[in-house]
């Protein structure tokens, strides 16, 4: 069963984001602009709506300059202390995830292998340490490796992590990852 975003969880990406919820029917839209850095984007969030042959939650990013899209979007973590979310989704032990700044920056990992993100970060190269290290907060959220794809349930997550949202600890920001 596919994550479908709630009300409260779209209340909270907004309230992390620092953006009003706009509804456009179908689709929550959050607009967000640092005239500081000159970064502007808009996020979409599809919470529950037929891709393909399933239904899913779809997560779209809009830039002056690049649109990214994460289909079947399994779970999200807010930190507020890091003004961010990041989206994940995971078919076959492979993660991909799209953080979405309040500043107005993002972030796309694609194809991650699960393993990195428990591993010892300081064996990896940099190019690769900083996507173990952004995804590594989804981890409590996910299913054992192994389990099948069916345990990816809301209902498994709720029962994990508080309904499928995850705060994030400091550890990341003292790992070293960007801000």
């Known amino acids: ?22 509804d456009k029917g179908n689709n929550v839209r959050y607009e967000l602009e640092d005239t500081e850095q000159h970064r502007k984007l808009a996020l979409e969030v599809f919470p529950d709506i037929e891709i393909g042959k399933r239904r899913g ?8 300059t690049a649109h990214l899209q994460l289909h079947f979007c399994t779970a999200y973590v807010t930190s507020d ?21 309040r500043t107005g920056g993002c972030s796309l990992y694609a194809n991650v292998d699960r393993s990195i993100l428990s591993g010892d970060f300081t064996t990896l190269g940099p190019e690769v340490m900083l996507s173990g290290i952004a995804l590594s907060l989804t981890e ?6 192994g389990a099948p794809i069916k345990a990816k349930s809301a209902s498994v997550r709720k029962s994990r992590t508080k309904g499928g949202v995850a705060s994030a600890s400091p550890r990341r920001k003292r790992a070293g990852a960007r801000k």
């Open 1 to 22: 069963m596919a994550l479908t975003l709630t009300k409260d969880d779209l209340e909270k990406i907004g309230s992390t984001l620092g953006a009003k919820p706009q």
């Open 57 to 64: 939650a779809l997560v779209s990013v809009y830039t002056p």
């Open 81 to 101: 202390v890091l003004g961010e979310v990041t989206f994940v989704g995971e078919s076959g032990g492979k993660l991909s995830g799209l953080t979405v700044e």
């Open 140 to 145: 409590t959220m996910l299913p054992e490796p």
